[in-house]
């Protein structure tokens, strides 16, 4: 049978599962849109692509599988880079479709043309074009492949438009199946006798395929020797944060007494994740090439073991194959369990707040939230100070519930919360947000409207972009240039979308507000005004103008 190539296309989608796509509609994929006409395939269109490309980035991590964004060539492309670019830091299977100029015109620096390979092959895990109808089935698969293959991350598609209206009669490709690499018995049997060894040994766990038995089975492996696991950046759902073995989060801000704790580790077991920046404060808490602690590091990916560390023990292995071989393995006598156990109270004190200036105590609303939110609500952010309360204040238990960016792009968000939404419409999905992130993402507001997504923002007004006067206090004392923000009236935007809005001016009225909120039904802004003495849970704006912080 004769199909077009956007038919064929959305085909192939199709059999690998795809139920879910977002879009900005260009007149350079018109087959592909009319394909998806008739398919069972959702399609969310957003309003930036950025909002698409994040809310796809998002739904990748959300399931496991590749998020779909499908974006028109050159500008639309460009915008959409954002998303790839966390699909790639945070280890996210995603496939960007770019409709592109038709092959007769390309290579003249036609209108809108750009050169893909080029463009995002330093960005993407791969990137390349399509060149006929007849074999979109063969490169969609292998871009399925790759997106999930080692460790994840994104594939990027140009499509010619004549390629997409081109027809053709061609068989479709089987569902892509990705083989997952498992350990050797060996490894397990030299993980246990390095284990043994050990007086100071830490877990740290972090991403590259991770699922919620994942999590289950390393927890138990870990509570079954005592041992303290600490969750990578914005990993803080992998985890049951309520298990004794639990000694918090590698993250930005993180608590100084946890990163004692990896600098004085005499064993690291690194369950996926790449030690990167942020867990490493910068590459310090573990010294590059050979930290001084015996290093296990588990990948799937054998490129990303000794990439920046040399680990004694490397193990290739899926993590859902790895946390499952930990099952089989006995215990050792733990030699740790006073220095488990000072883990865990740190990390339980650190979720403590000191009572904050001003009328809006952000510790007090985590607190509360903390009592209030059902295990299963889905957290989002972007990147702000107001990200540290929303981390260090959280408690998570269930896999799937941070849909943070790794990456530290501002606005994500509300875009996460959006595909957040889509995926699980009976639960909540609560965006952390500042000033201003939200106005980076607040266009995906009217996607949640237009959908009738009733996703909750919690929009941090301190009238600054926080984190950077925080760095330029620090370093340039009392120059404050481009870091002050007028900003518009927030729950009156929320409202002019057609969303609830409302201002929490005092802490009191926090309870209340998120109530109505909910009750809405709506896609719901509250913004809580806060007072910009207070920069990060842990610094005053005064302190920092007077050379302390
Ligand atoms: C896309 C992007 N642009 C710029 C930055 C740099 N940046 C990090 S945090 C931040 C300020 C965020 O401001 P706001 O949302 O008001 O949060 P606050 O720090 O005030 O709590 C900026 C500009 C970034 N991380 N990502
Ligand atoms: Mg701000």
């Known amino acids: 049978m004769s199909r077009s190539g956007g038919r064929i296309l959305v085909d192939q989608l199709e059999l690998n599962g795809v139920d879910l796509a ?42 496991g599988r590749p998020g779909i964004c499908i974006v028109t060539r050159g500008p639309g492309a460009t ?13 996210t299977p995603m496939l960007l479709l770019v409709g592109h100029v038709p092959r007769g015109v390309q290579g003249r620096d036609a209108w809108q043309e750009l050169d893909y390979g080029r463009v995002f092959g330093g960005l993407a895990k791969a990137a390349w074009q399509v060149d006929s109808a007849a074999r979109i089935p063969e490169h969609v ?122 600098r004085d580790a005499d064993l690291v077991l690194a369950v996926g994740g790449r030690l990167g920046e942020v867990p490493t404060r910068r590459y310090t808490l ?23 560390y040399e680990p004694d023990l490397p193990i290739v292995s899926s993590l859902p194959e790895f946390a499952e071989a930990l099952r089989g393995l006995a215990p050792v006598e733990p ?11 740190d990390y339980e004190a650190n979720l403590l707040h000191e009572p904050m200036e001003g009328p809006v105590d952000l510790g007090e609303i985590m607190a509360f939230l903390r ?22 204040f959280a408690e998570f238990t269930q896999y799937g519930t941070q849909v943070c960016p790794r990456s530290g792009s501002m606005g994500y968000g509300v875009a996460a919360a959006v595909a957040a939404k889509l995926v699980h419409p009976d639960r909540i999905a609560l965006c952390f947000t500042g000033d201003g992130d939200f106005v980076m993402s607040s266009p995906e ?20 972009y926080a984190t950077i006067r ?27 979308y057609g969303g609830y809005g409302e201002r929490v001016e005092r802490t009191e009225d926090f309870e209340g507000a998120f109530e109505r909120a909910l009750a809405s039904g709506k896609p719901a802004l509250l913004e809580l005004a806060v007072d910009p003495e207070r920069i990060s849970p842990r610094i005053r704006l005064s302190e920092l103008q007077k050379g302390a912080g």
């Open 79 to 91: 915008q959409a880079a954002v998303g790839v670019h966390t699909a790639m830091q945070d280890s």
């Open 371 to 392: 009592r209030r939110l059902p295990e299963d609500a889905i957290q989002t952010c972007g990147a702000g100070n107001f990200t540290v309360w929303a981390h260090r």
């Open 445 to 464: 507001f009217a996607t949640a409207v237009q959908y009738e997504l009733p996703i909750v923002v919690l929009l941090v007004n301190n009238g600054m």
């Open 286 to 308: 573990l010294d590059p090439p050979k930290p001084r602690p015996t290093l296990v590091h588990v990948h799937p990916d054998p490129r990303e073991l000794g990439f920046v």
């Open 141 to 262: 698969a292998r871009a399925f492949s790759l997106a999930l293959s080692g460790r994840p991350g994104p594939v990027v598609l140009a499509l010619p438009e004549d390629v997409l209206a081109e027809t053709t009669d061609v068989a479709d490709a089987a569902p892509v199946r990705v083989a997952r690499a498992a350990p050797r018995q060996g490894d397990l049997e030299r993980l246990r006798e390095l284990l043994a060894a050990a007086r100071q040994p830490l877990v740290v766990v972090g991403e590259g395929g991770w699922t919620q038995q994942t999590g289950e089975d390393v927890l138990a492996f870990c509570e079954a020797n005592a041992l303290p696991v600490a969750c990578a950046f914005r990993c803080q759902d992998f985890v049951d944060n309520r298990s004794p073995s639990y000694a918090g989060v590698l993250g930005v801000a993180m608590d100084e007494r946890l990163a004692a704790r990896l």
């Open 335 to 345: 030699r740790w369990r006073e220095w488990t156990a000072a883990a865990r109270a």
């Open 22 to 63: 977002f879009c900005l509609p260009g007149e350079s994929f018109l087959p592909l849109l009319d394909a998806l006409y008739d398919s069972p395939i959702r399609l969310i269109s957003c309003r930036h692509e950025p909002g698409a490309s994040n809310a796809a980035e998002a739904h990748g991590k959300l399931t």
């Open 470 to 496: 925080m760095h330029q206090e620090r370093l340039f004392p009392g120059r404050v240039i481009g870091t002050d923000l007028v900003n518009p009236d927030f729950p009156a935007l929320a409202n002019a």
